[in-house]
Structure formats: structure tokens, C-alpha cells
């Protein structure tokens, strides 16, 4: 999660798991729906990365 809220990049992580960091103005937080474990998709806002637009395009997000 550091190198997200510095550097840029992504990450999938389990609602479980998201819950115990620390708030982040610099990141983007979007719920992911699936039938087995609630999820989220988290990114630096300023993240520009081609791949974030792609893997955003694949869930049918509109950040």
C-alpha cells in the first residue's frame, strides 16, 4: 500500500484485509462484485499507467 499511495500502481485486495489500513486521500478505492470474497480495486489518483486503464476497462469500471 505504500508503494501505491507513493509511486503509483495497483492492487486487488480482499475487503478483509482493506479494512485494517490506515486512510489514504491519494487513493482511489472501487468495490468489485463477485459471489465469493468482496473486494476492491485500489489505485494512486494520479496513477496515468496504461495497464490501470486497461484492467479498469476488463472490470467495466468508469473511474
Known amino acids: 500500500m505504500l508503494q501505491l499511495a507513493f509511486y503509483g500502481g495497483y492492487t486487488i485486495l480482499a ?15 472501487i468495490p468489485l462484485e463477485n459471489d465469493t470474497v468482496p473486494a476492491w480495486a485500489v489505485w494512486n489518483r494520479e496513477n496515468i499507467s496504461p495497464a490501470l486503464q486497461l484492467l479498469l476497462r476488463e472490470l467495466d469500471i468508469d473511474p
Open 15 to 29: 475487503e478483509p484485509v482493506l479494512a485494517q489500513l490506515p486512510a489514504n486521500k491519494n487513493l482511489t478505492f
